[in-house]
């Protein structure tokens, strides 16, 4: 599962469109632009995905500063159909990992 913070960017991400923009092949490079975007706002307000086997990144630099994934790139990986954004999603911002941390299981000479 996933934080607060990945849900909202996630629900963001359902206001905007992507498109390819360079096919190279181990370094697609996708346009992402808010839906109903003018052409004046595109130079303004439209983002840069680039997509590598291993590494994401955006030009909001979201990812890059928070470690948490923008709806930008919530959107390319809707239209790459790659549904699993596991692995960019980093340890500090998965339940399972504050789960661990908040249980504190004592012994009985702790209690």
């Not at 470690?67 to 692995?87: G, T």
Request: one cysteine or more; proline letters at 2%; glycine letters at 0%.
């Amino acid at each position: 599962m996933i934080y607060n913070h990945h849900r909202k960017q996630f629900a963001e991400s359902t206001h905007y469109t992507a498109k390819i923009i360079e096919e190279e092949l181990e370094k697609p490079t996708y346009t992402v632009l808010r839906d109903n975007t003018t052409e004046e706002e595109i130079i303004r307000e439209g983002r840069t995905v680039v997509w590598k086997p291993n590494e994401i990144d955006c030009s909001c630099k979201k990812y890059f500063i928070t470690e948490i994934i923008c709806q930008h790139l919530f959107v390319v990986s809707k239209l790459r159909q790659n549904k699993d954004l596991s692995k960019f999603i980093h340890q500090r911002w998965r339940i399972d990992q504050v789960e661990e941390i908040t249980d504190h299981s004592f012994t009985e000479e702790e209690k």
